[in-house]
């Protein structure tokens, strides 16, 4: 499968993670610019889903449901009072997240082959996706969407706890808020895609090193990742920010010394000290003086 922009992918993420994960022409205008939507469909991500053969519409102070249909040639519903109100048609097209096209392009890039097939656990609810390599680690790999429905956990809870409690696997998940309730079994770990996702890159990737670590497998190459949001160095692992990995590639792709005015006009950032991004709470990231050194005299540059 081609390679995939992150942003299109990353879309299809919030769309899938609706409860039909399914969208109105309409709101998916108002959701994504021209470019994404058009890639959406192109890429199939998105496909054409049966029209809504009913629209809601606030009525007397209350959010109710009418039928609509065909009337004078356009698509209408009847309201009391208004006689036949028409209905635009983007706001009763409807396009639906393709599972299987989506799966396929998070497995492609998690470096399955093409002929992999993801078993299905929980009907559009859980999938068991095989074994990948992060790093030199071979990881099973699990995919969960709305894992805040109880019926999800059950499921994902009961398949790792009859196949992976004593071989632990990778869960990852389009939900950004875990469960505080949420307990798996044996050393299985989940991580969001949001924090799996390697969002420096344009083409859609997975932060392996980042990924091999939270299975507690060691990773061996020294320095930076692919977007510079990690970095394994003197046998230390680092993680970055955003705007933390694009102070640190302006330095790795200057390999010199640079002044802070010169490295802050880089990034996007308002900051115009270097330590103040490098500055949390009073405390200064465990990577400032050890990775990234300066001179006191407002020049930083980086030591592996």
């Not at 029209?51 to 102070?61: A, F, K």
Request: charged share 20%; aromatic share 10%.
């Amino acid at each position: 499968m081609a390679s995939l922009p992150t942003d299109v992918y990353v879309a299809t993420c919030q769309l899938i993670e609706t409860p039909s994960a399914m969208v109105t022409i309409q709101n998916l205008n108002g959701l994504f610019n021209s470019e994404v939507c058009a890639a959406l469909t192109k890429t199939g991500l998105l496909v054409d889903a049966p029209y809504l053969q009913d629209i809601e519409v606030e009525y007397e102070g209350e959010l109710r449901s009418y039928p609509v249909e065909r009337h004078d040639g356009n698509w209408r519903y009847f309201l009391q009072g208004s006689g036949w109100v028409q209905v635009p048609p983007e706001s009763l097209k409807v396009s639906r997240v393709d599972i299987s096209a989506y799966l396929k392009a998070m497995m492609s890039a998690l470096g399955f082959e093409e002929r992999a097939v993801p078993e299905e656990i929980r009907e559009n609810g859980v999938w068991y996706l095989g074994q990948a390599w992060l790093q030199s680690r071979k990881t099973h790999i699990v995919y969960v969407r709305r894992l805040g429905d109880e019926r999800t956990i059950s499921a994902l809870t009961g398949f790792l706890e009859d196949r992976h409690k004593s071989d632990p696997a990778l869960i990852l998940t389009t939900g950004k808020n875990l469960p505080a309730y949420l307990q798996l079994p044996g050393q299985n770990r989940i991580v969001t895609l949001a924090d799996a996702i390697n969002f420096q890159s344009e083409k859609l990737t997975f932060k392996t090193d980042y990924l091999a670590r939270k299975m507690g497998g060691s990773v061996n190459n020294t320095g930076f990742s692919d977007g510079f949001r990690t970095a394994y160095i003197n046998g230390k692992n680092y993680e970055f920010s955003n705007l933390q990995a694009q102070i640190i590639e302006v330095l790795s792709n200057a390999g010199r010394a640079m002044h802070k005015s010169e490295i802050m006009s880089q990034v996007e950032s308002s900051q115009e000290e270097v330590i103040g991004v490098f500055r949390s709470g009073g405390k200064k990231h465990s990577a400032w003086g050890v990775v990234i050194k300066n001179d006191r005299k407002g020049n930083y540059w980086l030591e592996l």
